[in-house]
Nanobody
Framework: QVQLVESGGGLVQAGGSLRLSCASS????????MAWFRQSPGKEREFVAT????????YYADFVEGRFTISRDDAKSTLYLQMNNLKPEDTAVYYC?????????????????WGQGTRVTVSS
């Protein structure tokens, strides 16, 4: 079955950077869109960024404001999220999501597979 395993979370000061990784197994990684979502305590899971099957198209939530970059390495079956200029409001558990087709989207329902999440804490 499909497995997604995130890593790279941690504690960072405001203005700092982190790079999240998501290792995929169980299907042909390059055939599917991928995405990152996040969830803070008491809030619903929200969309962060998505990348299509080829990596040629990306889309970000408005709050990213150019600070994050989603990318993929199909040879390694790995998805990345480079996060720069982190803010305390970016504190959340970040989840990797695997799409059901080559085209991504910004809705939880568009993704069939989820990782266990990696926690990001940004201190002020």
């Amino acid at each position: 079955q499909v497995q997604l395993v995130e890593s790279g979370g941690g504690l960072v000061q405001a203005g700092g950077s982190l790079r999240l990784s998501c290792a995929s197994s169980g299907r042909t990684f390059s055939d599917y869109a991928m995405a990152w979502f996040r969830q803070s305590p008491g809030k619903e899971r929200e969309f962060v960024a998505t990348i299509n099957w080829s990596g040629g198209s990306t889309y970000y939530a408005d709050f990213v404001e150019g600070r994050f970059t989603i990318s993929r390495d199909d040879a390694k079956s790995t998805l990345y999220l480079q996060m720069n200029n982190l803010k305390p409001e970016d504190t959340a558990v970040y989840y990797c999501a695997g799409g059901s087709s080559w085209l991504g989207g910004d809705k939880v329902s568009q993704y069939d597979h989820w990782g266990q999440g990696t926690r990001v804490t940004v201190s002020s």
